[in-house]
């Protein structure tokens, strides 16, 4: 079975920070892009950042750079958001995807996750 859990989301007032993970089982996530996505209730799920396979290259959505870094533990099997300086707009359902193409945009992940609630507010 194919898995991928996301964990680590909660409720933080703004500035603060949150670190999500990925994990993956039933198969290792080194021959995988990671990327994350978040959406809004009623918005459009928008891609967060994502990482090669090795964890030498990131991109990250312009909303979110400088705040946020991905980053991975292929030894772990385990990828991770740290989302620092969060802002309301942040809040959202965040989900971690599998793809095998570095490019933030969702029509390339094709396993996904169950997702985990950042709220951001004071």
């Known amino acids: 079975q194919l898995q991928l859990v996301e964990s680590g989301g909660g409720l933080v007032q703004p500035g603060g920070s949150l670190r999500l993970s990925c994990a993956a089982s039933?198969?290792?996530?080194?021959?995988?892009?990671i990327g994350w996505f978040r959406q809004a209730p009623g918005k459009e799920r928008e891609g967060v950042s994502c990482i090669t396979i090795s964890g030498g290259l990131t991109k990250y959505a312009n909303s979110v750079r400088g705040r946020f870094t991905i980053s991975r533990d292929n030894a772990k099997n385990t990828v991770y958001l740290q989302m620092n300086s969060l802002e309301p707009e942040d809040t959202a359902v965040y989900y971690c995807a599998a793809g095998g193409t570095f490019v933030l945009a969702e029509n390339y992940y094709h396993y996904w996750g169950q997702g985990t609630q950042v709220t951001v507010s004071s």
């Open positions: 039933g198969f290792t996530l080194d021959g995988y892009i």
